[in-house]
């Protein structure tokens, strides 16, 4: 290539860098502007769309800001002022106390860039003259204004802004409960009367006039529209409602509480006038039971002569098979029978109380002797006959008698023949045999106090090897 065509080549070269270089400066500046044009479109969306969370053509906070969601902070003359949980979104709001109710600065409100410097709250009734204004809290109900000072240097500067606060009626009282709470309900024992809820003793209600409220009553779970100012007198679970009227300082106050009637323990009486002796229960054969008992069973109940199991209405109901259960075992067995014991020995007595609607059962068990004191007394002829069959017969004599021991009442024993009678010896003798244990014949002597061929009452008591006892009086025995 000549010199000419190399030169020629080069210029082209240049040319073309040039024009590369100029290409790449014009997309340079093209792509800047666009990406500028973007970023001031972007602006104008975020003005125009005010819900997005930034900042508004007018320079305020958005509430839907994420650091101000629940609009409880606000920018006035260049100050930031966090309101606490008290501000309700259109004032400062606190309740009743009967105290002096204060704006806690650093909890209610709170100025967040003024260096660590406290401000100062001061209050005045809503629509008074700012010359009222104090720094002393507000106690009663009502609405107020509140400012807050800043301190410059040893003056204060004043927002412009005041805030509304409201002290509103209480919506509940704290009462205090008495000695009929059992820390879940209230409760009392049933007497037989009414239970009132007592407003002096179950429940003190401090500046309350009892006249302002009203006590209603209902069966635990009944329907609301049960409730009634009937007070309840059965035992049972009720609730009570307790319904305060409006004041000047509470709104109307409801409070509702379980209320619980327990059922009545039975008082038991053991009468010491009956067969109760202190420790246990006693009792013997006596003449006149054995006259009355003449030709049964004679048997030894306890009754209500004996104890007393007392509601509250003064009725011994021991005599109610439906209330009460008496039942006895001989000491040493193990099961209770309803028949009272018949013959002489140790037993126990079981009282069964059963429950009802308004009382508690029990069941109580108590030593019960019978003991075998002989039957000593006067018998005419009739009543010789009717009780112990006595015949007499030419020598023939039979005669039928309660066998009392200490363990056991034998049947009878049967006086088979009078072996020898002496009138002038004053004794007797006869055979028998007992017909309890059907034993061998026996003999045995009696002696009388009198002749027998002219007393009118003959006595005749036997005692054979210690196994019984038997004390008799008889007369016109010939």
Same mark, same amino acid.
């Given at each position: 290539?000549?010199?000419?065509?190399?030169?020629?080549?080069?210029?082209?070269?240049?040319?073309?860098?040039?024009?590369?270089?100029?290409?790449?400066?014009?997309?340079?500046?093209?792509?800047?502007?666009?990406?500028?044009?973007?970023?001031?479109?972007?602006?104008?969306?975020?003005?125009?769309?005010?819900?997005?969370?930034?900042?508004?053509?007018?320079?305020?906070?958005?509430?839907?800001?994420?650091?101000?969601?629940?609009?409880?902070?606000?920018?006035?003359? @260049? &100050?930031?002022?966090?309101?606490?949980?008290?501000?309700?979104?259109?004032?400062?709001?606190?309740?009743?106390?009967?105290?002096?109710?204060?704006?806690?600065?650093?909890?209610?409100?709170?100025?967040?860039?003024?260096?660590?410097?406290?401000?100062?709250?001061?209050?005045?009734?809503?629509?008074?003259? $700012?010359?009222? &204004?104090?720094?002393?809290?507000?106690?009663?109900?009502?609405?107020?204004?509140?400012?807050?000072?800043?301190?410059?240097?040893?003056?204060?500067?004043?927002?412009?802004?005041?805030?509304?606060?409201?002290?509103?009626?209480?919506?509940?009282?704290?009462?205090? #409960?008495?000695?009929?709470?059992?820390?879940?309900?209230?409760?009392?024992?049933?007497?037989?009367? #009414?239970?009132?809820?007592?407003?002096?003793?179950?429940?003190?209600?401090?500046?309350?006039?009892?006249?302002?409220?009203e006590v209603y009553y209902k069966k635990q779970g009944a329907d609301d529209s049960t409730y009634t100012d009937k007070v309840p007198t059965n035992a049972g679970e009720y609730e009570v409602k307790v319904v305060i009227k409006e004041t000047a300082t509470h709104v109307e106050v409801e409070q509702t509480f379980g209320y619980k009637i327990a059922k009545a323990d039975y008082t038991v009486i053991l009468s010491k006038n009956g067969a109760w002796n202190g420790e246990y229960f006693e009792k013997s054969y006596t003449v006149e039971k054995f006259k009355t008992y003449a030709g049964k069973s004679q048997s030894f109940p306890i009754t209500k002569d004996d104890v007393k199991i007392i509601d509250f209405t003064g009725s011994n109901i021991i005599s109610s098979t439906k209330d009460v259960k008496i039942s006895y075992r001989e000491k040493g067995t193990t099961?209770?029978?309803?028949?009272?014991?018949?013959?002489?020995?140790?037993?126990?007595?079981?009282?069964? %109380?059963?429950?009802? %609607?308004?009382?508690?059962?029990?069941?109580?068990? &108590?030593?019960?002797?019978?003991?075998?004191?002989?039957?000593?007394?006067?018998?005419?002829?009739?009543?010789?006959?009717?009780?112990?069959?006595?015949?007499?017969? $030419? @020598?023939?004599?039979?005669?039928?008698?309660q066998i009392f021991t200490k363990s056991t009442i034998s049947s009878s024993i049967t006086i088979t023949k009078v072996l020898e009678w002496s009138a002038t010896k004053n004794y007797v003798v006869l055979e028998y045999i007992d017909q309890n244990t059907l034993t061998k014949t026996c003999t045995v002597r009696v002696d009388l106090p009198f002749t027998p061929s002219t007393a009118e009452k003959c006595s005749f008591q036997a005692n054979v090897n210690n196994r019984f006892i038997v004390n008799l009086n008889f007369s016109n025995v010939k």
């Open positions: 290539m000549n010199a000419v065509a190399k030169k020629t080549t080069y210029i082209i070269a240049i040319i073309l860098a040039c024009c590369l270089l100029v290409t790449g400066v014009y997309l340079l500046v093209h792509t800047s502007s666009l990406k500028d044009k973007g970023t001031a479109n972007a602006s104008e969306n975020e003005t125009a769309n005010p819900d997005d969370g930034k900042t508004n053509p007018d320079g305020k906070t958005n509430p839907d800001d994420k650091d101000n969601k629940d609009g409880k902070k606000e920018e006035v003359n @260049g &100050y930031t002022i966090q309101m606490g949980d008290s501000w309700n979104g259109e004032c400062f709001e606190k309740e009743y106390t009967g105290s002096k109710l204060s704006l806690i600065y650093g909890i209610d409100i709170t100025v967040t860039n003024i260096d660590g410097i406290e401000a100062v709250i001061e209050y005045k009734e809503k629509g008074a003259d $700012n010359s009222t &204004y104090t720094k002393t809290a507000p106690t009663n109900v009502g609405e107020y204004e509140v400012r807050i000072l800043i301190p410059v240097g040893t003056d204060f500067e004043v927002f412009e802004k005041t805030y509304i606060y409201k002290i509103a009626k209480a919506t509940k009282y704290d009462p205090i #409960k008495g000695d009929s709470w059992n820390g879940e309900s209230f409760e009392k024992t049933y007497t037989g009367s #009414k239970l009132a809820f007592d407003l002096k003793k179950d429940l003190i209600i401090k500046g309350v006039n009892e006249s302002d409220v099961k209770f029978f309803t028949d009272a014991p018949i013959k002489a020995g140790e037993y126990e007595v079981k009282i069964e %109380a059963f429950e009802s %609607a308004n009382y508690n059962g029990f069941v109580k068990t &108590y030593d019960y002797i019978v003991s075998n004191k002989a039957q000593e007394g006067s018998y005419n002829t009739t009543e010789l006959k009717r009780i112990f069959g006595v015949s007499v017969d $030419n @020598g023939e004599k039979t005669l039928q008698c």
